[in-house]
């Protein structure tokens, strides 16, 4: 009995790990972002690709690395994953300049990209139903977790030591990690579904060209440059859609989209988490340049945004049970706007940190609720055997949202304003928050098409 509690105890602390990492990374470089720009004398629109870079390669990766797990065994993938983040996390530590760091967070990406499915799947496959539920409760949490502590843990390093070790950091845990994993960890396979690495091609490289032509739309001297890019990542999106159609097994099943719940969940999650995100990298730069913070206490001041989700998404797994995915989510994307549009009209007289907390409550009650009523929609729109693609795919219109809705915060801050002076910088984050707020408004209407 004892041995079998403590391979329980292994299977959710090493499936944890994983998750919490991959979490981890995408949240600990905000409040090192001014620290980066700082030392290598960056731009605002430069600096998003240290975000973007991570977010669109897990995106893109990840469902191919769940077929790779599927085929080749999920330990083994999950084992490999956290070896290349490792790497991938060495490298942004020796990082000389932006574009090595931006290379190297593709590298770490590719790593997360599989982390987090596989950590799931080997943890369901492995527990008796009767279990399943308390134990992806806790992962879940963990995983949560990391959007809490990430802020403020990246403020306390870099506050400390330097930006680096934000990265240095993950390769002992990553290391220990493999070791552990390698001895407690069961192997599993699923089911064996071809690989073709030319959609997966086509995913990475139409993601990365649309957003890099968003990203240099209003900067590049060039603007006809940004134009063609945009151009031919649409097209590349076209052909990957034509191809999706005329394959019997494809990497994104079009068919799912046909059902009106799995389509406008996932366009509302896009626009939730797009909205987040574009607050999630300017926020703590603000609070740093504005108010005089340093990065701990940006991360600290940061807590009542981040840290509603400790109190909320238990009562929201509730609330959505009972009243359903429809009202949780038109509500959570409703005060998550309410609360970003409050921060914009208090930047027009005095202020002081202590009036944002409230609307920071307000915007992370709101993410607390809607994230998982639209998970819990998208995922039940679909066959039962069919939840590991659609699991993927709602993941990846999720960090594709969060990457675009960086590059338009970066475009609605240069279009009203700049880091040149004060006057400027508060301009263009009041522009940021009325930009966020808008995406998460033009969530509602997909709403409508929720109700089952």
């Not at 990082?95 to 987090?116: E, F, H, Q, W, Y």
């Not at 308390?134 to 990391?146: D, E, M, N, P, T």
């Not at 990475?204 to 990542?233: D, H």
């Not at 989209?257 to 366009?267: A, D, E, Q, S, Y």
Request: positive net charge; proline residues 4%.
């Amino acid at each position: 009995m004892q041995n079998k509690r403590s391979n329980q105890f292994w299977l959710l602390t090493l499936t944890s790990l994983g998750f919490f990492m991959s979490m981890m990374d995408s949240m600990i470089i905000t409040t090192a972002s001014t620290s980066i720009r700082t030392d290598f004398k960056i731009s605002v629109s430069t600096l998003q690709w240290a975000l973007n870079a991570y977010n669109i390669t897990i995106a893109a990766v990840l469902l191919v690395g769940v077929a790779f797990g599927e085929r080749f065994g999920r330990r083994k993938i999950y084992n490999l994953g956290i070896g290349i983040f490792t790497l991938g996390s060495l490298l942004c530590a020796l990082s000389p300049n932006i574009t090595s760091l931006v290379l190297a967070r593709i590298v770490a990406g590719i790593g997360a990209s599989v982390m987090t499915p596989m950590s799931m799947a080997i943890l369901t496959n492995t527990l008796p139903v009767a279990k399943r539920g308390k134990a992806l409760g806790i992962w879940s949490g963990i995983g949560g977790l990391a959007l809490i502590i990430g802020p403020s843990l990246g403020g306390l390093i870099v506050s400390t030591l330097s930006w680096q070790w934000i990265f240095w950091i993950n390769i002992p845990i990553g290391i220990i990690g493999i070791l552990l994993t390698s001895h407690y960890l069961p192997e599993s396979l699923g089911s064996a579904t071809p690989i073709n690495p030319l959609d997966a091609s086509l995913i990475i490289i139409s993601s990365a060209s649309i957003i890099w032509a968003l990203s240099t739309s209003t900067s590049s001297p060039r603007p006809i440059v940004s134009i063609l890019v945009g151009c031919f990542g649409l097209v590349l999106v076209g052909y990957f859609i034509q191809r999706q159609r005329n394959t019997k097994t494809p990497l994104i099943p079009l068919n799912f989209f046909k059902v009106p719940v799995f389509r406008n969940g996932n366009l509302a999650t896009f626009l939730l988490y797009a909205s987040m995100y574009g607050v999630v990298f300017f926020l703590p730069q603000f609070l740093q340049s504005e108010l005089g913070s340093n990065s701990l206490e940006a991360g600290l001041q940061m807590l009542p945004w981040t840290g509603t989700l400790v109190f909320v998404a238990p009562f929201a797994g509730t609330a959505v049970d009972r009243f359903g995915e429809h009202k949780i989510a038109t509500l959570g994307l409703t005060l998550q706007g309410i609360g970003y549009l409050a921060i914009a009209f208090l930047l027009y007289g005095h202020y002081s940190y202590w009036q944002f907390i409230l609307p920071l409550m307000l915007a992370g009650a709101g993410l607390s609720m809607a994230g998982p009523a639209l998970q819990k929609s998208v995922l039940g729109a679909v066959e039962p055997s069919a939840i590991g693609k659609a699991s993927g795919i709602y993941n990846m219109f999720r960090l594709l949202g969060g990457a675009v809705g960086v590059t338009l915060s970066v475009i609605f801050f240069y279009q009203s304003g700049s880091i040149a002076d004060q006057h400027a910088l508060i301009l263009g984050f009041k522009a940021v928050m009325f930009g966020a707020a808008g995406l998460s408004f033009l969530g509602l209407p997909f709403m409508l098409r929720l109700k089952k």
